[in-house]
C-alpha cells in the first residue's frame, strides 16, 4: 500500500477516536440529564443523590474545557464608618445619653461607653478624616482618624472595626485609642533640576496659557497641540496670573530658539494667582509637558502628581 495511503489512515486513527470518546461523553452527560429529571421526581433525597454523581462524572471527561475561575470579593474598606462613628462619639457626652450625637455613636457602637470631658477642657472639634485602614484578619480592621481642632490642634484615634466583603454590614469593636501622629515622609529629590529663563519662549507661552486656563483671558485651545482637549476652569477663580519660575527635567527646554520639532520637554511653574473676588494671592504650582512644533511649544500636557526621578509618564 502507497505510504501516502498509510499515513492518512494513521492520521485519521486519532480522530476517531477523539469522536468516539467524545460521542461517549454526550452519552453520558444525556444519561446525568436522565438521572437528574427522574430525582427530581423521585423526591428531594434522590435529587441530592443526582446533582452530587451525575454531573460531576460529565465534568471530567469533557476535554479541554476551561477550569472555572472563582475570584473572592474585594474587601470593602469600612474607613467611612469608622470617621462617622468617631466624629459622633467625641462630640457627645456620658452626661448628655440623649443628644443627637451620643445616640448616633451608641447605636454604631452599642458596647462603647461615651467619653466625660469636662467643660471647656478641649478645643471645639472641626473635623475628623479617616487617614489609614489597616485589614488584619477576615473582617477585622483598624482605621486611624485624624480629629482637627478649633485651636489647630489634630490628634489622632485608631479605632477597631469589622465589616463584610460587601460593604453592607460593620460594627466598631472596642472604644478608640489615641495614637502618635504618623512620621513625616522624606520627599525625594526633585527632578526639575534645569532652570529656565524667565524671557524665554517656553516660559512666555506657560505664562499665557496659565493666563487663559485660570483668568478666562484669552483662548486656551491656541497653545495646545494637535490633537489636545483641555477644558479651562469654570468659573474662573482668578484674575490674574504672574509666572514666578519654570523648571525642567531637559536641558532642551532652556535652549533658545526653540529645539527641532518633536523636542519634548517636562516643566514646573510656579505661579503667584490674584483672586477673583480680592481675597488674596495663592500660590500655586503645576506640570506641564510641551512639544516643539514650527519654532513654537505647544502644550501637550497638564500632568498630575510629581514626577519621579525624571522618569516619563
Known amino acids: 500500500m502507497p505510504k501516502g495511503k498509510k499515513s492518512s489512515r494513521g492520521e485519521a486513527a486519532p480522530t476517531i477516536a477523539a469522536g468516539v470518546e467524545l460521542e461517549k461523553m454526550r452519552r453520558r452527560v444525556r444519561l446525568s440529564r436522565l438521572a437528574l429529571f427522574t430525582a427530581i421526581a423521585a423526591g428531594p433525597v434522590a435529587l441530592a443523590v443526582a446533582v452530587t454523581s451525575g454531573p460531576a462524572t460529565a465534568e471530567a471527561a469533557a476535554p479541554n474545557r476551561p477550569a472555572a475561575v472563582r475570584t473572592a470579593a474585594a474587601a470593602a474598606d469600612p474607613a467611612g464608618y469608622a470617621q462617622v462613628f468617631l466624629d459622633a462619639w467625641l ?13 448616633l455613636a451608641q447605636l454604631l457602637a452599642p458596647d462603647v461607653a461615651l467619653p466625660d470631658p469636662a467643660a471647656g477642657a478641649q478645643s471645639k472639634l472641626r473635623s475628623v478624616t479617616a487617614v489609614r485602614s489597616v485589614q488584619h484578619y477576615g473582617d477585622a480592621w483598624t482605621v486611624t482618624v485624624a480629629a482637627q481642632y478649633a485651636d489647630s490642634t489634630v490628634r489622632y484615634f485608631t479605632v477597631p472595626v469589622v465589616a463584610d466583603t460587601r460593604g453592607a454590614s460593620f460594627a466598631v469593636t472596642g472604644a478608640p485609642g489615641v495614637v502618635a501622629g504618623p512620621a513625616r515622609a522624606t520627599a525625594p529629590k526633585s527632578p526639575y533640576t534645569v532652570n529656565v529663563p524667565s524671557d524665554g519662549a517656553l516660559t512666555a507661552t506657560v505664562g499665557e496659557f496659565l493666563g487663559a486656563y485660570l483668568t ?8 495646545l497641540a494637535p490633537g489636545l482637549k483641555l477644558t ?16 525642567a527635567v ?46 513654537r511649544w505647544d502644550i501637550a500636557a497638564l500632568q498630575a502628581g510629581a514626577v519621579q526621578g525624571g522618569g516619563a509618564r
Request: proline share 7%; net charge negative.
Open 91 to 103: 462630640r457627645s457626652s456620658a452626661d448628655e445619653a440623649d443628644s443627637a450625637q451620643a445616640r
Open 216 to 223: 478666562g483671558t484669552g483662548e486656551v485651545d491656541r497653545y
Open 232 to 247: 479651562p476652569v469654570s468659573p474662573t477663580p482668578y484674575r490674574e496670573v504672574a509666572v514666578r519660575e519654570v523648571s
Open 250 to 295: 531637559e536641558e532642551a527646554a532652556a535652549a533658545s530658539p526653540v529645539p527641532a520639532d518633536g523636542t519634548k520637554v517636562r516643566v514646573r511653574v510656579r505661579v503667584q494667582a490674584e483672586a477673583r473676588d480680592d481675597t488674596g494671592r495663592w500660590p500655586l504650582a503645576y506640570e506641564l509637558a510641551l512639544t516643539a512644533r514650527s519654532g
